[in-house]
């Protein structure tokens, strides 16, 4: 077994066996690295990565490529906390990426209420070195803190070999990682999936009356808000879809002005519409209003729950102001 795994590391990652001596190493099994539910898993990870990034226009394709100098996580802490470290936006050399990396691990795990936990599965050497296992734990416990209410596939493990390197030799060892619970998939009534479900999810599965009777709720507090501007919305289905009276609904609920510059006042196509919606979750996201599952195009499309999801954040936010 020895020999594979060290014949597996020389040709993947070049495994130096000197600088891991007295430590142990979590190595994921190529088998496992096939594995849809690792690979779906992933992809979910970058999509939230990207979702969330989007104001910065940043956008990540590989989990072990792009988060390894510290910019990803820097951002991320940044966007999804709202703790903002003073230090240099691009570390270039590997001294200034792991000094970086100290810095942002740190606070993450402060504020994932880590940082006195001997049972981290991550740290600046782990991450630093692209390790992908010890990157997967960092950015799943950042979702179950940040943003709980994101469905990540369940229940997916991975198989693992652990080496230990030693003066007296190798010792090696296969075991099983978790990198997400089975909790996620219980039955949808369970009272703990059920608490983590969007509300709005929850909404449409009750009897029609009631639906509608929040809709209603929702599309008065829309027209008390838009009334002063001499709009108001009968089709919430529809009159959304350009994205016109969502960025002016958005604009007087927050207090501020969009330049009619900025968007499309009597947009034309499908191109000018995204344009005016994308803006407008744009706005709500550096708002501090995380609408991460909703793309722009369903609303354009004219998804109700897309366009819902989006209304009920700001009813919530604002109804009782």
Not at 77 to 85: D, E
Not at 143 to 156: H, Y
Not at 223 to 246: H, S
Request: hydrophobic residues 45%.
């Amino acid at each position: 077994m020895e020999a594979d795994i060290f014949e597996y590391h020389k040709e993947e990652d070049n495994l130096d066996v000197e600088s891991f001596q007295g430590d142990k190493r979590k190595l994921i099994q190529p088998a496992s690295l096939k594995d849809p539910k690792l690979e779906k898993l992933k992809e979910e990870l970058v999509d939230w990565i990207n979702k969330a990034l989007k104001p910065e226009h940043i956008v990540v394709q590989s989990l072990e490529e792009d988060l390894y100098d510290g910019l990803v996580l820097h951002h991320l802490l940044s966007r999804l906390a709202g703790v903002h470290l003073t230090m240099d936006e691009i570390a270039l050399t590997s001294t200034a990426q792991i000094r970086k990396l100290e810095v942002v691990l740190e606070e993450l795990d402060k504020r994932l209420g880590l940082q006195d936990c001997s049972d981290i599965k991550w740290n600046v050497k782990l991450i630093h070195n692209k390790d992908l296992l010890a990157t997967i734990h960092l950015l799943v416990a950042m979702v179950r803190c940040f943003q709980p209410e994101l469905d990540l596939p369940p229940n997916v493990k991975v198989e693992v070999v652990v080496v230990e390197v030693s003066k007296s030799g190798i010792k090696s060892d296969v075991q099983t990682e978790v990198l997400t619970e089975e909790s996620s998939s219980m039955s949808s009534d369970s009272p703990s999936n059920a608490e983590r479900e969007d509300p709005i999810e929850q909404l449409l599965k009750l009897e029609a009356h009631k639906v509608n009777t929040v809709k209603k709720a929702i599309l008065h507090f829309v027209n008390q808000n838009v009334a002063a501007m001499g709009l108001q919305v009968a089709d919430m289905d529809k009159q959304f879809a350009d994205g016109v009276i969502l960025l002016l609904l958005i604009g007087q609920l927050e207090g501020f002005f969009v330049p009619l510059f900025e968007f499309n006042l009597t947009p034309v196509n499908d191109s000018e519409m995204l344009h005016n919606v994308t803006l407008a979750l744009d706005l709500l996201n550096d708002s501090g209003l995380q609408l991460s599952t909703v793309d722009p195009q369903d609303i354009v499309s004219q998804d109700v729950v897309a366009t819902l999801k989006v209304l009920y954040a700001l009813f919530k936010r604002h109804k009782e102001k």
